[in-house]
């Protein structure tokens, strides 16, 4: 049976496209206020304009330390209460490690990863003294097995799901459940340079998905009992195993 998010205050990282604005979306279609995180100020101010009063900008640079270290007391003084962290922002590397250059490497891992881990240890506390919370981290499907062609990405996110796993015992005794979302290759912002005709072709193939099929697995995570935690959810595109 699912449980109400009406009243709840939902954070996400990434929101101002992709699987953060889906999943946005899907957090104010069920009653919660929403404060969107992202660095596109600009984007962020057009959307919260057209969502409505429970979506609230929030402008942070994830790669920013300053900004980064801010962001959790500053949702805070915005919404009063965090009941949802959704680490949504990332970045990919694919390809050959030695056609990849160090400084590339540095910021996926650093948004991949130390972001990640930065803004749970920021809110940890906040949810740990209220014995509740729900944190959710967009991870992969190649968190789940060693991607040749995209080791750099890959190995963010096998450190991600590690991460995850030990937090998710620890909260366990303060009622804050810890899950992620594994998705296959979804039509995002990460697929930005793709042709538009490569885009369609892999689309009816069956070999991509849309945003809103992770959005609905997250609605499904945060919405169980609270007696029951779902801690990763591996959502593919039907002929992903034939790629």
Known sequence: MSQSLEGKVAVVTGAASGIGLAST???LANG??????????????????????????QITDLLDADSCKAMVPEVLEKAGQ???LYCNAGTYIG????DT?????DRMLNLNVNAVMKNIHAVLPHMMERKTGDIIVTNSIAGHFPAYWEPVYSSSKWAITSFMQGVRRQMIPYGVRVAQVSPGPVVSALLA?????????????GALMDPEEVADA???IVTR???VTVRDVIVMPSAFERM
């Open 193 to 205: 340079d793709w042709p538009e005709e490569n885009l369609r072709k892999a689309k009816e193939a």
């Open 225 to 227: 009992k609270r007696q």
């Open 101 to 105: 250059n160090p400084d590339t490497i």
């Open 95 to 98: 390809g050959d490690l030695w």
């Open 25 to 27: 979306k899907m957090f």
């Open 218 to 220: 997250v609605e499904y």
């Open 82 to 84: 965090i009941d949802i």
């Open 32 to 57: 919660a206020t929403v404060v969107m995180v992202d660095r596109d100020e600009a984007a962020l101010n057009a959307l919260v304009a057209e969502l409505g009063a429970r979506a609230i900008a």
